[in-house]
């Protein structure tokens, strides 16, 4: 999944794509007493590390006729959950409390390996908490914008 902070202008939630609008639908616009959400896919990565990836293989002769897997890691939903509710205060009451503190992967969950990515076009991957707490800052502003009719 691709998750974090967008870079175009949404206006609307309603306008969301599907893995932010996961964020907001089952962690945000919701509630602490809601069971957490099942992980679903828990592999991701923030899309400005997307974007310069594909920018480091334009410039980068070594990437011709290859392919990358982009994957900043994995990401369980109590971990988003604890993400988001140690940084962002508003979300106190609307974020799904969870286990705080407990693994919710499932026993040997898959994996991927971005080790040639970041050998070759050397790229990087920003923390979890900057990719959720941005987006949902950022998710928190639309909504309100939303609210106020602008």
Do not use: W
Not at 10 to 31: A, E, G, H, P, W
Not at 55 to 67: D, K, L
Not at 89 to 97: K, Q, W
Request: net charge negative; proline share 6%.
């Amino acid at each position: 999944m691709v998750y974090g902070p967008l870079q175009h202008t949404v206006r609307k939630i309603s306008n969301l794509n599907q893995s932010n609008d996961r964020i907001y639908s089952l962690f945000i616009n919701s509630s602490k007493d809601t069971e957490l959400p099942i992980n679903g896919i828990y592999l991701y990565t923030d899309p400005r590390d997307l974007a310069a990836a594909h920018v480091s293989a334009v410039f980068t002769p070594a990437a011709s006729n290859q392919r990358f897997l982009i994957c900043a890691g994995q990401i369980s939903s109590q971990r988003i959950s604890d993400i988001l509710r140690a940084h962002v205060p508003e979300l106190a009451e609307r974020t799904p409390v969870g286990t705080p503190g407990k693994d919710s992967l499932p026993e040997n969950p898959y994996g991927a390996s971005s080790r040639r990515a970041e050998e070759v076009l050397g790229v990087t991957y920003r923390s979890a908490e900057e990719t959720f707490v941005q987006l949902a800052r950022q998710l928190l502003e639309i909504e309100k914008r939303e609210e106020e009719g602008k």
